[in-house]
């Protein structure tokens, strides 16, 4: 895909949603960092109902770990894998109080230090909470990425690369929003929505679904 293409992408859904943001509910750093940890395999929409509960009760480091491991679980239950990542959590906050005076550092070394945090999850952060242009790809980036010829790659990482070199730099901040979102409720796995899409002219994926 050549440079003026993948402008004219990033111009359209620009124009279509100047102010993308993630779909999950927060109201600080801290509390996108555990929405983040929690929605590894589930849906932001079950992630927000758990969390909204939650950070009703403890919206801190401090907080989460008065509730205990046990008490977590009870909050979170209603989500994936809740035993591993309510130990992470923990653990977690327990790093955050003891080494970052319960703040949520903004370097990606030292918070992919932190159980449950890999590169994915940092770069949602650094980019979410403290406006860094990195490009979390997950799954529906990396099927858009792919689909439409705009950063192919056969990794995450290799997928990363290509879209932090190939997207312009006014771009980068809300790039990640942007795909994403447009894979999830577009350019969907089964069967994307091609008649609906805005950037149908400009993407080269050969099997396009138009009706």
């Known amino acids: 895909m050549n440079p003026r293409k993948r402008r004219e992408i990033f111009e359209r859904l ?14 600080t750093p801290f509390e996108l960092l555990i929405a983040v940890i929690l929605s590894a395999q589930a849906t932001d929409k079950g992630v927000n109902k758990a969390t909204e509960k939650l950070f009703n009760q403890a919206s801190t ?8 491991e ?3 679980k009870e909050q979170i239950k209603t989500i994936g894998l809740y035993n591993s990542k309510a130990k992470n959590i923990i653990t977690t906050c327990r790093i955050l109080v003891e080494k970052h005076n319960s703040e949520v550092p903004t370097d990606r070394e030292a918070l992919e230090a932190l159980p449950g945090v890999g590169r994915k999850t940092a770069n949602v952060i650094l980019n979410t909470a ?19 010829g705009l950063a192919p790659g056969k990794t995450v990482y290799e997928v990363e690369k290509k879209l932090l070199k190939f997207v312009p730099e006014e771009f980068k901040l809300d790039a990640h929003h942007w795909l994403i979102l447009h894979g999830r409720y577009v350019c969907t796995a089964r069967k994307p929505r091609c008649n609906a899409c805005i950037i149908e002219d400009l993407c080269e994926y050969k099997q396009k679904s138009l009706d």
């Open 70 to 72: 046990d008490g977590l």
């Open 130 to 148: 403290f406006g860094q242009p990195t490009i979390a790809v997950d799954t529906h980036i990396f099927r858009v990425s792919n689909r439409t």
């Open 61 to 68: 480091p401090r907080g989460i770990l008065a509730l205990g």
């Open 14 to 27: 620009q124009a279509e949603n100047p102010q993308p943001t993630t779909e999950l509910q927060y109201k």
